[in-house]
């Protein structure tokens, strides 16, 4: 949906640019902008999730870090609340 969005603004953008059509290119851009940042929270997210995982494989193997592993389960924890997000998109 956001994609539908983007693509009319841009459209918008290029065939319209006087200022009659300024409250849709703002709105439109304010619609990339939230956009972006929720992209920017998914990647964090699985960020958090490759680093919480690796963290737990290396430091399990020997079990010599609890700490470690304590961590990369609340890392884990943490991309936990981006997979709403990631969701939310996917189911509607």
Same mark, same amino acid.
Do not use: C, P, Q
């Given at each position: 949906?956001? *994609?539908? %969005?983007? @693509? =009319?603004? /841009?459209?918008? =953008?290029? /065939?319209?640019?006087? &200022? @009659?059509?300024?409250?849709?290119?703002?709105?439109?851009?304010?619609?990339?902008? %939230?956009?972006? %940042?929720?992209?920017? %929270? =998914?990647?964090?997210?699985?960020? /958090?999730?490759?680093?919480? !995982?690796?963290?737990?494989?290396?430091? !399990?193997?020997?079990?010599? &870090?609890?700490?470690?592993?304590?961590?990369?389960?609340? /890392?884990? @924890? !943490? +991309?936990? +609340?981006? !997979?709403?997000? =990631?969701?939310?998109? *996917?189911?509607?």
């Amino acid at each position: 949906m956001y *994609f539908i %969005k983007i @693509a =009319i603004t /841009l459209l918008v =953008i290029v /065939l319209f640019h006087d &200022n @009659a059509h300024a409250d849709v290119i703002t709105d439109g851009l304010g619609e990339l902008e %939230k956009f972006l %940042k929720d992209v920017g %929270k =998914i990647l964090a997210g699985i960020a /958090l999730l490759i680093l919480g !995982a690796k963290t737990i494989w290396g430091d !399990a193997e020997f079990m010599r &870090n609890i700490r470690g592993v304590l961590t990369g389960i609340m /890392l884990i @924890a !943490a +991309s936990g +609340s981006i !997979a709403s997000l =990631i969701f939310s998109y *996917f189911g509607g």
